[in-house]
């Protein structure tokens, strides 16, 4: 993809025969959103997520899980036909005002990192967990066939085991659990990218407040923001229905999880034979560790992207009150339009306008979760007194 030079592009939006007051850039290095999210992409690619060319027991647990990761994939696929327009609209707005926050590329790949480190150790204490089961339980079967078997009984209460449908299954169940939390982390990702472009408005009229600037900088002011608030509203175009799924992944598992561990406790599992002596590692609290690193992993993760992600309103909403400050002596018509554009709109992430992402989301959810395990509770009581 061909870029337009910086330079050429440097004063557009402002008219001819007016000159910029002060240097808006200097000589600080820029960062591009490509570039930056570069690896987080092809990661996902490795994993058929983002396919676009140009970058460098039967339960509704497995049911849920299977067709939302699913519908997670087409959902990417979906993005990634936009992609590529979407980004050739990145580099336009870059080639206009360049995003001298070069710290957020180092943010995209620590979360990339961080983030997809900790599932890895989430799926490894999984299999750990079935492993020790498996040579606890099966000592004299083949350890494969009872791994398989094991942790996907749904599936072959259906079809006869065979060794590749086994392979199969297994691939299938990781490339779910990659779905999952790389939709959260594609989420963070975008949500840094547009917090910084956001934040480069505010660094500049926080830079300008106290300065008597002419008009033509405020205007440059205001169409900056414009671009921005319209590039937000096309990544939801693209990720809404990214953003809405791995909301709805993540409150549903939240509250089955939550359920379970209220219902069922957190308890060590019984050794299959009381005969001999308990060799395993954790002496029958591998699940158990497993449950509590899974669980808190999603809580946090969840906390994460729901914070990371509204704070691009919050950065919208941040130029007001510099504004605010400014000397009514200083004050222009640039300036009253601003604020009008500031308080006009709402500048937010969207999981496909059936939500925005802000502060007041994580009390919501939190009180959604609440709710929900409040009347499971007492429906359960019900149950428990009328068998009874």
Request: include cysteine; aromatic fraction near 12%; charged fraction near 15%.
């Given at each position: 993809?061909?870029?337009?030079?910086?330079?050429?592009?440097?004063?557009?939006?402002?008219?001819?025969?007016?000159?910029?007051?002060?240097?808006?850039?200097?000589?600080?290095?820029?960062?591009?959103?490509?570039?930056?999210?570069?690896?987080?992409?092809?990661?996902?690619?490795?994993?058929?997520?983002?396919?676009?060319?140009?970058v460098?027991?039967?339960?509704?647990?497995?049911?849920?899980?299977?067709s939302?990761?699913?519908?997670?994939?087409?959902?990417?696929?979906?993005?990634?036909?936009?992609?590529?327009?979407?980004?050739?609209?990145?580099?336009?707005?870059?080639?206009?005002?360049?995003?001298?926050?070069?710290?957020?590329?180092t943010?995209?790949?620590?979360?990339?990192?961080?983030?997809?480190?900790?599932?890895?150790?989430?799926?490894?204490?999984?299999?750990?967990?079935?492993?020790?089961?498996?040579?606890?339980?099966?000592?004299?079967?083949?350890?494969?066939?009872?791994?398989?078997?094991?942790?996907?009984?749904w599936?072959?209460?259906?079809?006869?085991?065979?060794t590749?449908?086994g392979?199969?299954?297994?691939?299938?169940n990781?490339?779910?659990?990659?779905?999952?939390?790389?939709?959260?982390?594609f989420?963070?990702?975008?949500?840094?990218?547009?917090?910084?472009?956001?934040?480069?408005?505010y660094?500049?009229?926080?830079?300008?407040?106290?300065?008597?600037?002419?008009?033509p900088?405020?205007r440059?002011?205001?169409?900056?923001?414009?671009?921005?608030?319209?590039?937000?509203?096309?990544?939801?175009?693209?990720?809404?229905g990214?953003?809405?799924?791995?909301?709805?992944?993540?409150?549903?598992?939240?509250?089955?999880?939550?359920?379970?561990?209220?219902?069922?406790?957190?308890?060590?599992t019984?050794p299959?034979s009381?005969?001999?002596?308990?060799?395993?590692?954790?002496?029958?609290?591998?699940?158990?560790?497993?449950?509590?690193?899974?669980?808190?992993?999603?809580v946090?993760?969840?906390?994460?992207?729901?914070?990371?992600?509204?704070?691009?309103?919050?950065?919208?909403l941040?130029?007001?009150?510099?504004?605010y400050?400014?000397?009514?002596?200083?004050?222009?018509?640039?300036?009253?339009?601003?604020?009008?554009?500031?308080?006009?709109?709402?500048?937010?992430?969207?999981?496909?306008?059936?939500?925005?992402?802000?502060?007041?989301?994580?009390?919501?959810?939190?009180?959604?979760?609440?709710?929900?395990?409040?009347?499971?509770l007492?429906?359960?009581?019900?149950?428990?007194t009328?068998?009874?």
């Open positions: 993809m061909e870029r337009s030079s910086t330079s050429k592009h440097s004063n557009q939006g402002v008219p001819k025969g007016k000159i910029m007051p002060f240097n808006m850039y200097g000589d600080k290095k820029q960062a591009s959103f490509q570039s930056a999210i570069k690896y987080t992409v092809l990661i996902g690619q490795y994993f058929g997520l983002n396919p676009v060319s140009g460098s027991d039967s339960d509704s647990f497995p049911i849920v899980f299977c939302s990761n699913c519908l997670t994939t087409i959902l990417f696929y979906r993005a990634a036909v936009k992609w590529a327009k979407l980004c050739t609209y990145i580099s336009k707005i870059e080639a206009i005002d360049p995003n001298t926050d070069v710290s957020f590329a943010k995209c790949n620590l979360s990339c990192l961080v983030i997809l480190t900790l599932a890895l150790v989430e799926h490894v204490f999984a299999n750990l967990s079935k492993i020790v089961y498996v040579f606890n339980c099966y000592a004299d079967d083949d350890k494969y066939e009872a791994f398989i078997l094991h942790s996907f009984p599936v072959f209460n259906i079809l006869n085991y065979e590749l449908v392979v199969l299954v297994q691939f299938l990781i490339q779910c659990t990659f779905n999952w939390n790389f939709a959260d982390l989420v963070i990702c975008v949500s840094f990218y547009l917090i910084s472009r956001l934040n480069q408005v660094r500049k009229i926080v830079a300008a407040k106290e300065k008597q600037i002419e008009i900088f405020w440059s002011i205001r169409e900056e923001y414009n671009r921005d608030t319209k590039l937000v509203r096309r990544f939801n175009d693209v990720i809404g990214i953003i809405f799924i791995s909301y709805a992944n993540n409150l549903f598992f939240i509250c089955m999880q939550l359920r379970n561990t209220l219902a069922k406790g957190i308890k060590a019984p299959c009381i005969e001999s002596q308990d060799k395993r590692p954790l002496q029958g609290y591998e699940q158990a560790v497993y449950f509590m690193y899974s669980f808190i992993f999603l946090v993760r969840s906390l994460s992207v729901s914070l990371i992600a509204a704070q691009v309103h919050t950065a919208s941040a130029p007001a009150q510099i504004l400050d400014i000397p009514s002596s200083h004050f222009n018509i640039e300036m009253r339009r601003l604020m009008d554009q500031i308080h006009g709109t709402t500048v937010a992430l969207s999981g496909l306008q059936f939500f925005q992402i802000k502060r007041g989301l994580v009390l919501t959810i939190a009180g959604t979760i609440v709710t929900y395990e409040l009347v499971l007492q429906f359960s009581d019900v149950t428990q009328n068998v009874e």
